[in-house]
């Protein structure tokens, strides 16, 4: 049987590599990548299936790195994953003082690029009847000092999301909040933050939109978790 093809942003670290494990280790075909190609090829080196799976290292600002990516996951593609996000500057400065330039970046990285990346593979996304799941954040709803630049991207793809829910609906599309988890972002911007959950307590919940997929929409991961599941 050929597996199934996911195309997975951001997967050398955090929720992008967690989530690229649990598909592996389902036997999926995987098209991974992330900025460090070491990183990355040690990510991927650690994986259930490594024969399956195709690293490009690059960032999915550049168009060239799209459409390498949207060529290496070929003709049919089960599922879109946009996982990788930039935070912006650190410390997290307050909006009257985040530089223009900084803020058109994050939002090329956090809303322009995943809708790009769709546009280049949705001809593979129908012909699979496929998913696309984008990563959000509590930070596209809440009002976090700091934040701003961040939640304004995660809002803006928030909306992208449902919009292409709207306008395909042979497809399932979905924005999917995880919650705050110990990643090398989350430390980057409130390092006094400890005890966090590690981001494999989240990926039952990404998981359930491929088992028992609800409708297209925006999730919290809690959500979407077996009751009593531990987070």
Known sequence: MTPRTALLTGASRGLGRALATALSARGWRLVVDGRDGDRLAAAVAGLPSPDLVTTIAGDVADPAHRAALAAAAGDRLDLLVNNASDLGPTPLPPLAELPPAALEHVLTVNTVAPLALVQAVLPALQAAGGVVVDVSSDAAVEAYPGWGGYGASKAALDQLTAVLAAELPELRVYAV??????????????????????????????????????????????????????R
Do not use: I, K, N
């Open 177 to 230: 909040d995880p919650g705050d988890m110990a990643t090398d972002m989350h430390r980057a911007a409130a390092p006094e933050d400890d005890g966090l959950p590690e981001p494999e307590t989240v990926v039952p919940a990404f998981l359930r939109l491929l088992d028992d997929p609800p409708p297209s929409g925006r999730y919290r991961a809690t959500a979407l978790l077996p009751a009593g599941a531990a």
